[in-house]
């Protein structure tokens, strides 16, 4: 059972930054590859960015290419989401997801999520 706990979300001016931050405990973090996700209010939860379990591999949406950098630290069982030039836009609940590398299985771990307020 993987435990995942977000933190580093707060309320920024557009144009600022964040650092999300997504630990993880209760299993081998780099048996998994990780995501991160958002929802806005009356939304649907929508992707983000994912990287693989080695780091090696990593992707992100096109709403947010160029200004998030998804990346992780096997040693500190850690993911990071750094997010520059935020928008108003990126407002949202933001959640960090973990897959197991040996399946091709959905999302199915989940932290409780962390705030992101952009404000313009």
């Known amino acids: 059972q993987v435990q995942l706990v977000e933190s580093g979300g707060g309320l920024v001016q557009a144009g600022g930054s964040l650092r999300l931050s997504c630990a993880a405990s209760g299993g081998t973090f780099s048996n998994y590859n990780m995501g991160w996700f958002r929802q806005a209010p009356g939304k649907e939860r929508d992707f983000v960015a994912d990287?693989?379990?080695?780091?090696?591999?990593?992707r992100s949406a096109e709403a947010v290419k160029g200004r998030f950098t998804i990346s992780r630290d096997n040693a500190k069982n850690t993911v990071y989401l750094q997010m520059n030039s935020l928008k108003p836009e990126d407002t949202a609940v933001y959640y960090c997801g973990a897959r197991s590398r040996f399946s091709t299985t959905a999302y199915n771990y989940w932290g409780q999520g962390t705030q992101v307020t952009v404000s313009s």
């Open positions: 990287i693989s379990w080695s780091g090696v591999s990593a």
